[in-house]
C-alpha cells in the first residue's frame, strides 16, 4: 500500500468505537468518552482532526496520547502542522513527534477508518496518504458535490471525518462522523459492536456557513 496503516484484530478488543473530528473540544470529548463508560479492553478510534479551530487542541491531545485505549489516524490538519503550513502555539516538539506517528489508516477486517475517504472509481491500493486525508469529491475538494460516499460501494466499509454532516451518514459502506462539533452540532461516535450512533452536544467555538454543511436527509 502507498500509504500507511495499522490493522487491528477485532477479537482483541471488547467494545469497539470510531469518533468524528474533536477539532480542541475536551469538553464535548470528556462528555462523550463519560456516556461510552469505557471498560478495560474497549477501544476509541478517532478519524483525526483532534486539533485546531477548538480553544484546547493541547488537552485533546494530551487526553489521546495518555491513553492506550484512544488512538486517532491522521487528519488534514494535523498534516498542516506537519508540513508547517499552520501552526499552533500550544504544541512542542513532543507534540509534533506524536503527530508523527499517526497512521493515514486504521484497517481491521471488513473497516477501514481515514480522515477523508476513497475514491469510488479506485482501488484502495491506489491510493495515496494525501488523497485519503482530504477525499470529499473524486473530482474536487468542495462542497458542491457529488461525494466519494455518494458513490462508493465497499468492501471495506469506511468510517471517516473531514466532510461536515447535518447528522451521522448511515450507509452500508460508509459511516459519516463529523457532526460539527466545534461548529456548535455534535461529536459522534459509532459503536462497531451494536451498529449504532452515540452522540453528545457541543458548544460552538467557530463559525461555518451552511452551505459547507451536508445535509444527510435523503441521502
Known amino acids: ?5 495499522r490493522h487491528i484484530d477485532l477479537e482483541e478488543y471488547g467494545d469497539l468505537y ?21 471498560d478495560d479492553d474497549d477501544l476509541v478510534i478517532f478519524v483525526g482532526d483532534l486539533l485546531r479551530k477548538g480553544p484546547a487542541s493541547g488537552a485533546v491531545l494530551d487526553r489521546v496520547r495518555r491513553s492506550p485505549q484512544l488512538v486517532s489516524v491522521r487528519g488534514n490538519n494535523e498534516q498542516k502542522l506537519l508540513d508547517g503550513t499552520a501552526s499552533l502555539e500550544t504544541l512542542d516538539s513532543d ?7 499517526l497512521p493515514t489508516a486504521i484497517s481491521w477486517d471488513g473497516g477501514l477508518v481515514v480522515h477523508g475517504g476513497v475514491d469510488p472509481n479506485r482501488p484502495l491500493s491506489s491510493h495515496s496518504s494525501d488523497s485519503l486525508l482530504t477525499m470529499r469529491a473524486p ?12 458513490e ?14 447535518s447528522q451521522p451518514l448511515d450507509r452500508e459502506w460508509a459511516i459519516g462522523l463529523d457532526t ?40
Open 18 to 38: 470510531v469518533v468524528g473530528d474533536v477539532h480542541g473540544c475536551l469538553e464535548a470529548l470528556e462528555a462523550l468518552l463519560s456516556k461510552l463508560e469505557l
Open 152 to 165: 462508493y460501494e465497499g468492501e471495506p466499509r469506511v468510517f471517516f471525518g473531514h466532510t461536515v454532516l
Open 1 to 5: 500500500m502507498p500509504f500507511d496503516r
Open 180 to 219: 460539527g462539533c466545534v461548529y456548535g452540532g455534535s461529536l459522534t461516535a459509532y459503536d462497531v459492536r451494536r451498529e449504532q450512533f452515540v452522540s453528545v452536544s457541543a458548544s460552538g467555538y467557530a463559525d461555518r456557513s451552511a452551505d459547507k454543511i451536508v445535509a444527510t436527509s435523503g441521502r
Open 95 to 101: 507534540d509534533l513527534e506524536y503527530l508523527e506517528t
Open 139 to 150: 473530482d474536487g475538494d468542495g462542497y458542491d458535490g457529488p461525494f466519494w460516499f455518494d
